[in-house]
């Protein structure tokens, strides 16, 4: 890809599940204004929501149909802290998984409430989608490579997070990823069964993709301020018109971000940020793009301290 023309080169980046705190974001709410907006708009959106944040308890936001919009209302409000103090706006941004509904409110195409409640229903459905212990996802370190080759030969397992160059995560049904897990440690590569509520990224979520797609098609997209790159492309998207196919997709396609941030930085990316709870996706892009500069920025002294 060529490079975007840009004043910075700032790439905003924005996690998902697994990223979750109880009170993430309540010291951002408390000292920027537009992050109080953001939990404002939330708590009306879904009311309860708010509470659930900042007090808990940790496993009822743990819940897919929780964690998704507590996740969604963290990231943005951290990114319109940022905002509010730098002045900044990125060239370009990122998600990953749920990640990409919180670039999208960044890049203005998603309302934040709609954003909001696009991801209590894409939780339910992804909950629902497969009964409890029918599905499995196990994290592979090894070439990814070989991950693929394995699973193209064992029928409902497939790839769904590439994550790192030696780090890709399988999704599934249950025995078939567990076939595939000792497959893979016999040719040496190791296997670690994932703590998940559902097997995500892969076809087992077609009744969640089928569930969400009129509400996807029905919700209002504006212009980008920014490109966001897309999970399932890995490639740049600035046409509203395609949001709705590329969220659908996403439901049961694997998430490239190996390439989506090799991709970023092939555009001139010198600033990667992240936005919202954890260092996940800091981390990954260390293993990635090794020596990238990369910023967090999810709480109050976080944003203070921002300097680029």
């Not at 998902?16 to 920027?32: I, K, N, P, R, Y």
């Not at 109080?36 to 959106?45: F, S």
């Not at 590569?189 to 009744?207: G, R």
């Amino acid at each position: 890809m060529s490079p975007l023309s840009s004043t910075n080169r700032i790439a905003a980046l924005f996690p998902g599940q697994g990223s979750h705190s109880v009170g993430m974001g309540a010291d951002l709410a408390a000292a920027f204004p537009l992050a109080e907006a953001v939990y404002a708009e939330a708590e009306q959106t879904l009311p309860g929501l708010r509470a659930l944040i900042e007090t808990g308890p940790l496993e009822d936001l743990t819940l897919t149909a929780n964690q998704q919009p507590a996740l969604v209302t963290a990231s943005v409000a951290a990114y319109r802290a940022w905002q509010e103090k730098t002045g900044l706006t990125p060239m370009v941004a990122a998600g990953h998984s749920l990640g990409e509904y919180s670039a999208l409110v960044a890049a203005g195409v998603l309302s934040l409430s709609d954003a909001l409640t696009l991801t209590r229903k894409r939780g339910t459905l992804m909950q629902q989608a497969v009964a409890p212990g029918d599905g499995a996802m196990s994290a592979i370190m090894g070439d990814p490579a070989v991950v693929a080759e394995v699973c193209e030969g064992i029928t409902g397992v497939q790839p769904a997070n590439f994550n790192a160059p030696t780090q890709t995560v399988i999704s599934g049904e249950a025995g078939a990823v567990a076939e595939a897990s000792a497959e893979l440690k016999s040719r040496g590569l190791k296997a670690i069964p994932l703590k998940v509520s559902a097997p995500f990224h892969c076809p087992l979520m077609a009744p969640a993709a089928a569930g969400l797609s009129p509400d996807l098609k029905a919700a209002a997209y504006g212009p980008f301020a920014f490109p966001v790159l897309a999970n399932v492309t890995a490639e740049l998207n600035d046409d509203p018109q395609r949001v709705p196919e590329l969220l659908e997709r996403q439901i049961t396609g694997a998430v490239r971000w190996v390439e989506t941030i090799e991709a970023l930085a092939g555009m001139g990316v010198d600033t990667f940020i992240e936005f919202g709870p954890g260092k996940v996706l800091s981390g990954l892009v260390g293993r990635i793009v090794p020596g990238a500069k990369t910023l967090q920025m999810g709480t109050a002294a976080d944003v203070e301290a921002s300097r680029l």
